[in-house]
């Protein structure tokens, strides 16, 4: 019985861990995506006589560095506190 | 030098985004891991606190008729609201349950904010579409900003919540400032200038 249940957390915990962990990296690759789908979002594949706006908001990079942000500051250290238990 | 309206509806889409991720990994995690480092119980309602002011610049910037501003300043009043009571109630200076609904009342403010300031049909161009779509998913959704409210530790409502926010980043993200939706421009709304 307290091994089930031991089973049973543990499984949780993986599966809690698994889910925060792709959280980051699935962003970054609807962000890849959309990148692909529509590459005249991205003004920098043709920057020539570009103002500044257009070159530094470009949406599927923002939703990549969205991904890179949530990833590398929040999920990192939550899988971390996940880890310990 | 300023941005276009279209870029300021990306940059706030992008907020909406992390927004979405911290809830949702909360969500995930449940909240005695997720507040394990302070910092992260603080986190989604600072930032929703920041965009709220960041909502006034563009009130000031960026609005062209008396009933855009008002939907703009009341959109950052109620973010204020909301990420102001969320801080106080994380942090323990309110007490009172009841100002877990200033969240569910930010989302009915806003939803009804976009209804109606938007004074063209749904197909008019995409951003009278994404007017409407955002305020009836606002309106919609304060349900289950309530139903969070109500039950904080439901999975089901964090979940949900969490979501909300996602629809709404890829709604901004899909706005421009004149484009088609689905084929329908009407000729009144003029030419798409990209």
């Given at each position: 019985?307290?091994?089930?249940?031991?089973?049973?957390?543990?499984?949780?915990?993986?599966?809690?861990?698994?889910?925060?962990?792709?959280?980051?990296?699935?962003?970054?690759?609807?962000?890849?995506?959309?990148?692909?789908?529509q590459p005249w979002r991205i003004t920098l594949l043709h920057p020539h006589d570009q103002g500044?706006?257009?070159?530094?908001?470009?949406?599927?990079?923002?939703?990549?560095?969205?991904?890179?942000?949530?990833?590398?500051?929040?999920?990192?250290?939550?899988?971390?506190?996940?880890?310990?238990? | 030098?300023?941005?276009?309206?279209?870029?300021?509806?990306?940059?706030?889409?992008?907020?909406?985004?992390?927004?979405?991720?911290?809830?949702?990994?909360?969500?995930?995690?449940g909240e005695e891991v997720w507040r394990r480092r302070a910092w992260r119980a603080y986190l989604?309602?600072?930032?929703?606190?920041?965009?709220?002011?960041?909502?006034?610049?563009?009130?000031?910037?960026?609005?062209?008729?008396?009933?855009?501003?008002?939907?703009?300043?009341?959109?950052?009043?109620?973010?204020?609201?909301?990420?102001?009571?969320?801080?106080?109630?994380?942090?323990?200076?309110?007490?009172?349950?009841?100002w877990r609904l200033a969240t569910p009342f930010a989302f009915l403010v806003s939803g009804l904010?976009?209804?109606?300031?938007?004074?063209?049909?749904?197909?008019?161009?995409?951003?009278?579409?994404?007017?409407?779509?955002?305020?009836?998913?606002?309106?919609?959704?304060?349900?289950?900003?309530?139903?969070?409210?109500?039950?904080?530790?439901?999975?089901?409502?964090?979940?949900?919540?969490?979501?909300?926010?996602?629809?709404?980043?890829?709604?901004?993200?899909?706005?421009?400032?004149?484009?088609?939706?689905?084929?329908?421009?009407?000729?009144?709304?003029?030419?798409?200038?990209?």
């Open positions: 019985m307290t091994t089930s249940t031991a089973t049973h957390v543990e499984t949780r915990t993986d599966l809690r861990t698994r889910i925060v962990g792709a959280l980051g990296p699935a962003t970054i690759l609807a962000g890849l995506v959309w990148a692909v789908v500044f706006w257009w070159l530094f908001v470009e949406p599927p990079l923002l939703v990549v560095l969205a991904g890179l942000a949530f990833h590398r500051f929040v999920a990192r250290p939550l899988l971390e506190d996940l880890a310990e238990g | 030098m300023q941005p276009q309206a279209e870029m300021v509806h990306w940059l706030f889409a992008t907020g909406f985004l992390l927004l979405s991720l911290f809830l949702l990994a909360e969500a995930v995690v989604w309602p600072s930032f929703a606190f920041a965009m709220g002011v960041f909502m006034w610049p563009v009130m000031t910037f960026f609005t062209n008729s008396t009933i855009h501003m008002v939907a703009h300043g009341s959109w950052a009043q109620v973010m204020m609201l909301a990420g102001g009571a969320e801080l106080g109630l994380v942090r323990g200076k309110l007490h009172s349950a009841l904010a976009f209804l109606l300031h938007e004074q063209n049909p749904w197909f008019f161009q995409r951003s009278a579409f994404l007017h409407h779509f955002l305020g009836w998913t606002l309106v919609l959704g304060t349900s289950v900003a309530l139903l969070r409210a109500l039950r904080p530790r439901w999975v089901v409502a964090q979940t949900g919540f969490a979501l909300l926010f996602a629809v709404v980043a890829v709604a901004l993200f899909c706005d421009r400032d004149l484009a088609p939706v689905f084929g329908h421009l009407s000729p009144l709304a003029g030419a798409p200038h990209r």
